[in-house]
């Protein structure tokens, strides 16, 4: 019913040379690498996606970076007016830089064509592209921790033209309670981009491995637009549309400057108002060029930004014999002009609104550094969580103050009839049945609601975890699974560190795989899968092949006789205990012959794993 194994940049400093820069930029980076695995004291930020480093930020850690200050007229597009506040935080660039974001895989490597998806802790979801984050003033997109009122100086004189009824409500706004982490887009004219409560921030790659195509001086007489059902829409001119005039200073991060120059076209946002006509804060419209090279733009930037009236598709001649049409993305004002795609071919809007999922994370098996980068990630894409009352205080800070629909250990039998002492055996199990059912149907209802759930197991959920059973019946196939450190690495670890092998484990040797001994394999198991099937263990004992056996503590006493079948009572055994636990973690040596009696005067039950086999000493 449930797992069984273990519960368990910029930086703007003083003008003090490259050297005091360097020195900084290393500070960040290590403020960074040590937030990502530390419990955090407050709300957690997480940041994951196409990221080298993962980052769980919390917001005392952002406060000790927020050195900018940003202001706000928080007025939405349906003319919700929620204050004017100075806000003071960290730019998003700043802490995008920290998480390092790196293309992987044989794709197109440029980072023009990534998304931004800032999500909320009730699951509203705000899109940037790259380029209005990097190609921008690191001003432009804050993560605000703090924010002060902006008073109007003449309030007392408000009544000489108008009544308290029609200006006190604004003046009321300014007392409002604000969620931090908050995204702040300053230069949007209407705010609707700017969500308070934001726990996760991730980085996309829309096309993943698509590569970039080779061509030779590509030109094209038309382009299309695909909304977001999937209807294109096909462009070989622009008649009947506003034109517009922009001036362009044409630098590349990668060419420097290639002169400016004037283009005509029609703006970007009037073909797609045409074409797709929302205008979702969770959608990006990605563009892409006959070669293949793209470029990404958020919605947001397009509509509700100033300077998207002046993003436009320029129609020309080209320089070909035939003399085809061209149309080229031109965005003037962006600090490069990487973004610009000078042979358009198509257009797509796309929907980043996250689809509802289960995934099923490792947490490790014991202290919070065991956690990987990946279950860091995937935390910060659930809405809600499944977690233990135990693991759910330990790892509070990644949680962010999300709901815990209910605790799995209260599922599991035998926790059920402690719970519940007074009860028959009929009528324990009619209750159980019932409130696993009303647990399955939180499941279902979370997941119908459109929003994502994180279970958190034990160990790495591959490995003798009971999710399969009782969780992938419910979601048909809408999960994933984040694996881990289980009990059995950390033991191996434990192993390979204080030299307990004869043989040399993967450890020791830096090579691949898990702990090897000379001699043959490793065997993991479980005591109620030995008892099934003892021909495994003969084998194993007969081969000289290590046996790894988990959960065997509580069943020491079906377990050794079963042990004694096979090997001599001289065989030598090790158990581990509370193993990936810092400065708790040991092992203990023994002969098969004392196995039940060590067992049995340790103090630990639960947390343990059993090794026998000629490898040990």
């Known amino acids: 019913m449930v797992s069984k194994t273990r519960q368990a940049r910029e930086s703007q400093c003083s003008p003090k040379g490259d050297h005091m820069k360097l020195i900084i930029g290393y500070l960040v980076a ?11 004291p407050s709300n957690a930020l997480t940041v994951g996606g196409t990221v080298r480093q993962p980052l769980n930020l919390d917001t005392e850690t952002l406060a000790r970076l927020a050195a900018t200050e940003v ?44 998304a931004i998806a800032v999500r909320t802790r009730d699951g509203k ?38 009544s308290p009824p029609s200006y006190q409500p604004a003046l009321d706004k300014l007392k409002r309670r604000i969620g931090f982490p908050k995204l702040v887009m300053p230069n949007d004219f209407f705010s609707d981009r700017s969500l308070e409560d934001v726990v996760a921030i991730e980085v996309i790659d829309l096309k993943g491995n698509a590569a970039k195509k080779e061509a030779v001086k590509p030109t094209t007489a038309r382009f299309s637009i695909t909304d977001i059902s999937g209807k294109s829409s096909v462009f070989s001119g622009f008649s009947g549309y506003p034109r517009t005039m922009v001036d362009f200073k044409e630098v590349g991060d990668g060419r420097g400057y290639h002169g400016s120059g004037t283009y005509e076209g029609v703006p970007l946002r009037e073909l797609l108002r045409k074409t797709d006509g929302s205008q979702d804060i969770d959608k990006v419209v990605l563009v892409t060029s006959t070669d293949g090279y793209r470029a990404a733009f958020s919605s947001g930037e397009i509509f509700l930004n ?3 009236e002046r993003i436009i598709i320029s129609e020309s001649k080209g320089k070909s014999s035939t003399g085809d049409r061209k149309f080229t993305l031109v965005i003037p004002d962006d600090l490069a002009a990487d973004r610009m795609v000078k042979t358009v071919s198509r257009i797509e809007v796309l929907s980043l609104k996250q689809q509802p999922k289960l995934y099923v ?10 956690l990987t980068l990946e279950a860091v990630s995937a935390m910060g894409k659930a809405d809600a969580f499944i977690a233990s009352e135990g693991m759910a205080k330990q790892f509070a800070a990644y949680l962010a103050n999300k709901p815990v629909l209910f605790d799995p250990m209260r599922n599991f039998e035998p926790v059920f009839r402690k719970n519940n002492p007074g009860l028959g055996p009929e009528e324990a199990k009619r209750r159980l049945e019932e409130q696993r059912a009303a647990d399955m ?19 790495d959920p591959t490995i003798y975890g009971g999710w399969q059973h009782w969780i992938e019946p419910e979601v048909g196939g809408r999960f994933e699974v984040i694996t881990g450190v289980s009990a059995f690495n950390a033991a191996n670890a434990l192993f390979a560190n204080s030299k307990v092998y004869t043989g040399i484990s993967a450890f020791e040797a830096g090579g691949p795989g898990n702990l090897v001994c000379n001699k043959g394999n490793i065997v993991i198991t479980a005591p109620y899968s030995l008892a099934a099937n003892e021909g495994l263990l003969k084998e194993a004992a007969a081969g000289g092949d290590m046996v790894a056996i988990f959960m065997g503590l509580k069943e020491m006493e079906k377990l050794s006789p079963t042990l004694r079948k096979y090997y001599p009572d001289s065989a ?32 630990e039950k639960m947390m343990g794993m059993i090794y026998i086999g000629s490898c040990i000493k």
């Open 30 to 40: 290590a403020l960074a690498l040590i937030s990502a695995f530390l419990p955090a």
């Open 71 to 114: 202001r706000l007229t928080d007025l939405t597009r349906d003319r919700k007016f929620e204050g004017v506040f100075n806000y003071r935080g960290v730019p998003l660039r700043t802490i995008l830089e920290m998480a390092k974001i790196e293309k992987d895989g044989p794709g197109f490597k440029k980072t023009t064509d990534l």
């Open 125 to 162: 979801t705000a899109v940037l592209s790259w380029g209005e984050v990097f190609y921008r003033n690191p001003e432009n997109a804050l993560i605000a921790v703090s924010a002060t009122p902006v008073q109007p100086h003449m309030t007392n004189k408000c009544g000489e033209c108008h």
């Open 306 to 308: 100033p300077l998207g």
């Open 361 to 370: 994370i490792s947490m490790g098996c014991a202290d919070p550094a065991l």
């Open 441 to 459: 149907k939180k499941i279902r209802d979370t997941l119908a609601a459109g929003k994502s759930i994180a279970l958190l197991e034990h160990g």
């Open 572 to 603: 030598p055994v090790a158990i581990v205990y509370k193993a990936g636990y810092t400065g708790e973690a040991s092992i203990t040596r023994t002969t098969l012959r004392d196995l039940w009696k060590v067992a049995e005067n340790e103090k």
